[in-house]
């Protein structure tokens, strides 16, 4: 794979446990005792995904996943020993990419990278399972730029997360069509259908609010999932649907 990964964790045998697991597939990894160490050489030598420890020496994980933010959408997972809808909530609202609480499955961990780093290669070349070669997508006022990653809502940058960003432009290639809960964990996630719905909900939530002013809007298919749609259109049948009652 010749990937990059970079781990910081101030307990040395979670660092060394999560290194030896990675390597056996294939990847490099660069362990740090701080986050602060990590970002100081992210700086100058950017990696392919993060596995950040909240509980560090020095600034905590989470500061240095909004100074990361701040320049990259580099795949981060964080780990933590709290185990609390705060901490949850937190991580993905400052742009985490998954989340793992202490202690947990190496064999997981490894499985949710590959299945990371898998799904980034994936929407970087295509959204959804639909041949597309156009490097912008349009739907309402927002515009995706998938070549360059770049978003805008109105002619303004509208700011995403990686897992917003992948969200908006699935939702988008498939505009046609109402998609589930389960195909969303399986797509952009990259989790089996049973696993908790908890993370495509909350993402949703969170991109609803940054596309409020927006004539678009996700709407809810209750008992289902999500359907992307358009505020003027739905609103010129409401109008229709008045008109034929009168």
Do not use: C
Request: charged residues 35%.
């Amino acid at each position: 794979m010749n990937k990059l990964i970079y781990i910081a964790d101030d307990d040395d045998n979670i660092r060394n446990l999560l290194k030896t697991f990675l390597e056996r597939e294939g990847f490099h990894v660069t362990g740090f005792p701080t986050g602060d160490k990590l970002f100081e050489v992210f700086s100058n030598s950017p990696a392919d995904l993060i596995i950040l420890d909240v509980m560090m020496p020095g600034h905590d994980g989470f500061f240095i996943l909004k100074e990361i933010r701040k320049t990259s959408n580099v795949p981060i997972i964080m780990l933590t020993a709290k185990d609390s809808d705060t901490d949850y909530i937190q991580g993905l609202d400052m742009g985490s990419d998954d989340y793992f609480t202490k202690p947990f499955s190496p064999i997981k961990l490894v499985s949710k990278v590959k299945s990371i780093l898998k799904r980034q290669e994936e929407i970087t070349g295509k959204a959804g399972d639909k041949p597309d070669n156009d490097a912008v997508y349009e739907f309402a006022d927002i515009i995706i730029n998938r070549k360059t990653k770049e978003t805008t809502m109105q002619g303004k940058p509208l700011p995403l997360t990686p897992n917003e960003y992948q969200l908006l432009t699935y939702l988008i290639s498939n505009r046609d069509r109402a998609v589930s809960r389960a195909e969303l964990l399986d797509k952009i996630w990259g989790y089996e259908t049973q696993v908790e719905t908890r993370v495509a909900d909350d993402t949703v939530k969170r991109l609803r609010k940054k596309i409020s002013k927006s004539d678009a809007k996700i709407s809810t298919i209750w008992g289902y999932g999500f359907r992307l749609v358009d505020r003027t259109t739905e609103e010129a049948e409401d109008e229709d649907d008045g008109d034929n009652q009168d």
